[in-house]
């Protein structure tokens, strides 16, 4: 079965730090992958997706994510967090016809002024 | 927002007690979806729907059962709820092409007494 890890659950900054967040998914054939965010008492929006292409994807409020197939990576980026970006994170792959999609567990990120 | 909506928004129930949660879309999405929502699982597909009178069972379906009548509407319902079922309950949808994203509600929060 396919499995999502999220290594890291909390994750504490400081304003215009670089953020990191770690993602790995269990499955060897064509996935989609997806950043979602969850502000405070809202629900999930997409922050960006793969499908196919260039592995380097940008998405919206600044976040990025590299796609690496060997090494079954879908790591999220930010070169500098603002108090803002508080929220939990959630990768998620699909595949197949139907597109479920596995979460992972979620990293909790607090950014201090 | 996606033109999703779910009914109702928070909820208060007693364990043995029947629940249903709607999902309401008005983009005619062929794709619907039920996840629940709990603190370090992150989002676990229950049940969807790829059309009318077309669902199957996904992760952690035990427990819950689904009916969809109409494209914009898809119903989960708890046949007899339990303390183990209080959770937040997120639809989402998705479009008819394959590498669409999907789309979530703004959720339903569910305490089983």
């Known amino acids: 079965a396919q499995s999502v890890s999220q290594h890291n659950h909390h994750v504490i900054l400081s304003e215009a730090a670089s953020l990191e967040l770690g993602c790995n998914y269990s499955?060897?054939?064509?996935?989609?992958l997806f950043w979602y965010v969850q502000y405070p008492g809202q629900h999930l929006q997409l922050l960006l997706k793969?499908?196919?292409?260039?592995?380097l994807v940008k998405g919206i409020k600044g976040f990025e994510a590299e796609f690496i197939k060997s090494k079954f990576s879908f790591n999220l980026r930010k070169p500098s967090v603002q108090w803002s970006d508080t929220a939990e994170y959630f990768c998620a792959v699909s595949s197949g016809g139907y597109n479920k999609l596995i979460f992972g567990a979620g990293t909790r990120l607090a950014v201090h002024p | 927002d996606a033109g999703i909506t779910q009914s109702p928004r928070h909820k208060v129930t007693e364990t043995g007690t029947p629940v249903t949660l709607r999902c309401h879309q008005t983009e005619n999405h062929r794709y619907m979806y039920w996840y629940r929502q709990d603190p370090g699982h992150g989002l676990r597909l229950i049940h969807y729907?790829?059309?009318?009178?077309?669902?199957d069972k996904g992760e952690v379906s035990d427990g819950y059962s689904v009916s969809r009548s109409k494209t914009e509407d898809f119903l989960l319902t708890l046949e007899s709820a339990t303390s183990s079922q209080t959770s937040v309950y997120f639809c989402?949808?998705?479009?008819?092409?394959?590498?669409?994203?999907?789309?979530f509600g703004p959720g339903t929060r569910l305490l089983v007494l």
């Open positions: 989402a949808i998705k479009g008819w092409q394959t590498q669409e994203t999907q789309y």
């Open positions: 793969y499908f196919s292409g260039d592995p």
């Open positions: 729907s790829y059309g009318v009178k077309d669902t």
């Open positions: 499955y060897g054939g064509t996935v989609n």
